[in-house]
T-cell receptor, first 117, second 116 residues
C-alpha cells in the first residue's frame, strides 16, 4: 500500500512567491512522527521538521510553516517569500508501521521545487 | 549537532571490484543506521537497517550477499558493494538515529558510485 502521496511532482515559482507543498500519508499507527526533508542539488538530505501526531498545532519556523491535519492525514508545508536557495526536492516522510523496525521511514517521489529569480 | 559523515563522496571503480562506503555519526550515538539507494530523479529506496551489534535487516529484493553491511560500533556503519557491476552505479546515502534523537534520521552527504 502506498504510504505517502506528494501530488505535486514539480512546482515552479518566482522568487518571493509563497508556495505550498502537499503531503497525504497513510499509516496504521495511532501515534507517530512525521518528517519533512529537503534535498538540494548537492544531494544531502536536510532535516526540516519532526511532528508528533499528538500535536496538531501549526508550526512556524522563519519562512517555513507546516499544517498538520490528522483527520485528513495531511501534513502540508508552506514556504513564504520563496528564495532561489529553496530550490530542492522536498520529501514528506511518514513512518513505517510499528510492526517493523523503529525509525523506518517511507519516502515518496518528493516534490521538485524550482524558484526562479 | 546530529552530524553524519559519509566517505568517500564519490568513487569510480572497475566492474568486479568491491567498494566500501563508511557512514559515521560524529556527535551522537547511532544505535540504528539506514542505508538508502537513489537513482537520478527517483526517491530514496531503503536497502537495509542496521542496529549496532546486530545483523542488518535487508529490504525485500536487496541481496544481502551483494551489499554487506556492518555496524560494529555506535558511530560507524559500513556498506560494501561486492563484485560491483555497472547496474550498481547509484547514489548511496546513509542515515543514523539513536537515543535522544527522537527517531529523527540524520543523513550523510551521500556517495556517488560509478562502476565502469
Amino acid at each position: 500500500a502506498q504510504k505517502v502521496t506528494q501530488a505535486q511532482t514539480e512546482i515552479s515559482v518566482v522568487e518571493k512567491e509563497d508556495v505550498t507543498l502537499d503531503c497525504v500519508y497513510e499509516t496504521r499507527d495511532t501515534t507517530y512522527y512525521l518528517f519533512w526533508y529537503k534535498q538540494p542539488p548537492s544531494g544531502e538530505l536536510v532535516f526540516l521538521i519532526r511532528r508528533n501526531s499528538f500535536d496538531e498545532q501549526n508550526e512556524i519556523s522563519g519562512r517555513y510553516s507546516w499544517n498538520f491535519q490528522k483527520s485528513t492525514s495531511s501534513f502540508n508545508f508552506t514556504i513564504t517569500a520563496s528564495q532561489v536557495v529553496d530550490s530542492a526536492v522536498y520529501f514528506c516522510a511518514p513512518p513505517a508501521d510499528r510492526g517493523s523496525t523503529l525509525g523506518r521511514l517511507y519516502f515518496g517521489r518528493g516534490t521538485q521545487l524550482t524558484v526562479w529569480p | 549537532g546530529a552530524v553524519v559523515s559519509q566517505h568517500p563522496s564519490r568513487v569510480i571503480c572497475k566492474s568486479g571490484t568491491s567498494v566500501k562506503i563508511e557512514c559515521r555519526s560524529l556527535d551522537f550515538q547511532a544505535t540504528t543506521m539506514f542505508w538508502y539507494r537513489q537513482f537520478p530523479k527517483q526517491s530514496l529506496m531503503l536497502m537495509a537497517t542496521s542496529n549496532e551489534g546486530s545483523k542488518a535487516t535487508y529490504e525485500q529484493g536487496v541481496e544481502k550477499d551483494k551489499f554487506l553491511i556492518n555496524h560494529a560500533s555506535l558511530t560507524l556503519s559500513t556498506l560494501t558493494v561486492t563484485s560491483a557491476h555497472p547496474e550498481d552505479s547509484s547514489f548511496y546515502i546513509c542515515s543514523a538515529t539513536g537515543p535522544g534523537q527522537g527517531e529523527t534520521q540524520y543523513f550523510g552527504p551521500g556517495t556517488r558510485l560509478l562502476v565502469l
